[in-house]
């Protein structure tokens, strides 16, 4: 079966300070896979998604990038924190436009 | 206004109710999906629908393309269904949109 691993559960972190989440998906092979933010009152935003190895989509101007180097491994990644990345990141797969998703539960970062 | 609307955003009932969420939509969708986070903030995907209605257990899920709107139901609602309930749609591409979610509050 199919299972999606996401760590840490919990972090704080100074501003200023680097940041590396990090998603892994398995039982599946090339899944689709997507980093999702919510921020506190409002809803789940896409921040990256990948369709393979090297290949990621960027939906908004932030100060967060994303890394695919293995086929089920996600990473997301901060060089310099900033107060307004705190929120509620959640790593989420699918096989693709017509099937369903698969989430993560989720990292509660705080930057302080 | 949000791409996706959902009401009521906060709904509190007695154990045994029949509950509805709504959710409203203004662009063109290949799916909508209905989405179930629990307080800790983990996130089970419920439904996804392209048409018609879905039942899996008290859980029931309908959708009308042509009036661009979705409900979801629980039927003989229970405490263990307290939760935000997020309804998302997806226009083609990979990205979905979320609708701000509707806190549901069984009361035993």
């Known amino acids: 079966s199919q299972t999606i691993h996401q760590w840490p559960a919990t972090l704080v972190q100074p501003v200023g300070s680097p940041l590396s989440l990090e998603c892994t998906v398995e039982?599946?092979?090339?899944?689709?896979l997507y980093w999702y933010r919510q921020a506190a009152g409002r809803g789940l935003q896409l921040l990256f998604y990948?369709?393979?190895?090297?290949?990621i989509s960027s939906e908004v101007p932030q100060n967060l990038s994303a890394s695919r180097p293995q086929d089920r491994q996600f990473i997301l990644s901060s060089k310099k924190l900033l107060l307004s990345d705190s929120g509620f990141y959640l790593c989420?797969?699918?096989?693709?436009?017509?099937?369903?998703?698969?989430f993560g539960s989720g990292t509660r970062l705080t930057v302080v | 206004k949000n791409e996706v609307e959902q009401s009521p955003q906060n709904l509190t009932a007695q154990e045994g109710e029949f509950i509805t969420i709504n959710c409203s939509y203004s662009?063109?969708?290949?799916?909508l999906h209905w989405l179930q986070q629990h307080p800790g903030g983990g996130i089970v995907s419920l439904f996804m629908?392209?048409?018609g209605k879905k039942k899996h257990g008290r859980l029931i899920a309908t959708i009308n393309i042509q009036e661009k709107h979705s409900s979801l139901h629980i039927t003989a609602s229970h405490p263990r269904d307290s939760a935000v309930y997020i309804c998302?749609?997806?226009?083609?591409?990979?990205?979905?949109?979320f609708g701000t979610g509707t806190r549901l509050t069984i009361i035993p």
């Open positions: 989420a797969w699918s096989k693709g436009a017509n099937y369903g998703y698969t």
């Open positions: 629908l392209s048409s």
């Open positions: 039982g599946t092979s090339n899944p689709n």
């Open positions: 990948s369709v393979g190895i090297g290949q």
């Open positions: 662009v063109g969708i290949s799916a």
């Open positions: 998302a749609v997806r226009a083609g591409n990979e990205k979905l949109t």
